[in-house]
């Protein structure tokens, strides 16, 4: 099992900057890669950005440029580095990590709202 709890997000302004947190505890050696996604209202989840255990990244074309995904393996924390936020980029925001097969499992954060005022 892997739990994984977010925090940082909140309310910015159209512009500003966040840092989201998703720190995971229990059987992290099964993890083989992270990832941020996101959930406007009354749209489906997206992926924003991941982090494989080689520690390549890759972001949505949507965020590129603006967002970066990191980790701190000392701390079994992966951020996300949200600058030149918009208001389009309002949606709860959820860490997820996945274990590959024979387990195949994904899981996930409760999420955590980021909300970006024009």
């Known amino acids: 099992q892997v739990q994984l709890v977010e925090s940082g997000g909140g309310l910015v302004q159209a512009g500003g900057s966040l840092r989201l947190s998703c720190a995971a505890s229990?059987?992290?050696?099964?993890?083989?890669?992270m990832g941020w996604y996101r959930q406007a209202p009354g749209k489906q989840r997206e992926l924003v950005a991941v982090?494989?255990?080689?520690?390549?990244?890759n972001c949505a074309d949507s965020v590129k440029g603006r967002f970066t995904i990191s980790r701190d393996n000392a701390k079994n924390t992966v951020y996300l580095q949200m600058n030149s936020l918009k208001t389009e980029d309002t949606a709860v925001y959820y860490c997820?990590?996945?274990?590959?097969?024979?387990?195949?499992?994904?899981?996930w954060g409760k999420g955590t709202l980021v909300t970006v005022s024009s």
């Open positions: 229990g059987s992290i050696f099964s993890i083989n890669a």
């Open positions: 982090i494989i255990s080689g520690g390549g990244t």
């Open positions: 997820n990590a996945g274990v590959p097969p024979p387990a195949a499992m994904d899981y």
